[in-house]
Structure formats: structure tokens, C-alpha cells
Nanobody, 124 residues
């Protein structure tokens, strides 16, 4: 059973930074892509970033240049470093991973396993 557990959310002022972690268990972490999504109040869940099993990265335009996705296969953990945070980044952040060994893009339907989410609040 694949399990994903996010941590690292919190309250931060605009311009600040946070690093989210996603600890995975239940299968060989290094073989699978990992993604981050977010859901802002009153909005649909949206794609943030993805790191493929081979390290390739892909970002939403809204976070490009501010956020960095990475992974530590030895620790079975994916990260999302968020810098220059804006109030518009306030959301619940979720990590996700596909069932198969694929390199998914931004389509959330390609991701089969999801964490419970961690709240990020950016004050102005």
C-alpha cells in the first residue's frame, strides 16, 4: 500500500520561504515520479510541480523561478522548496504519485496516490 505523508506547511509572511516534504512508503520510491498540487480556498486543485523518476522537472508557470521540486531517493522523500511566497500561494498542498512508471505532466488524473495535504498560509 503506497502512503504519502506531507509536512512542513505553516504560516509565513509574503516574501518568505517554506520547504514542504513528502515521505513515501510502500514501494521502491526511486522508480516513480512525484508531483505537488495545491487547492486554494474556493478554487479547483491545480498542478504545481513534478519531478520524474529520472530527475526531470516540470513547473506551473505561476511558480516557475520561485519553487524548486527535488527528491532524495535514499530518504524516500520529495521536497518542494518555496521562495518569494505570495498571498496567492495560500493553499493546501498535496503530494501525489502515479501507479505506473510514467512521467506525468500536470493532469491530476495521471496521479493515483495522494497525501492528506499540508496547509500553507502566506500573510500580506
Amino acid at each position: 500500500q503506497v502512503q504519502l505523508v506531507e509536512s512542513g506547511g505553516g504560516l509565513v509572511q509574503a516574501g518568505g520561504s517554506l520547504r514542504l516534504s513528502c515521505a513515501a512508503s510502500g514501494r521502491t520510491f526511486s522508480s516513480y515520479s512525484m508531483g505537488w498540487f495545491r487547492r486554494a480556498p474556493g478554487k479547483e486543485r491545480e498542478f504545481v510541480a513534478r519531478i520524474a523518476w529520472n530527475g526531470g522537472t516540470y513547473y506551473a508557470e505561476s511558480v516557475k523561478g520561485r519553487f524548486t521540486i527535488s527528491r532524495d531517493n535514499a530518504k524516500n522523500t520529495a521536497y518542494l522548496q518555496m521562495n518569494a511566497l505570495e498571498p496567492e500561494d495560500t493553499a493546501i498542498y498535496y503530494c501525489a504519485t502515479p501507479q505506473g512508471i510514467i512521467v506525468p505532466g500536470s493532469n491530476e488524473r495521471l496521479y493515483d496516490y495522494w497525501g492528506q495535504g499540508t496547509q500553507v498560509t502566506v500573510s500580506s
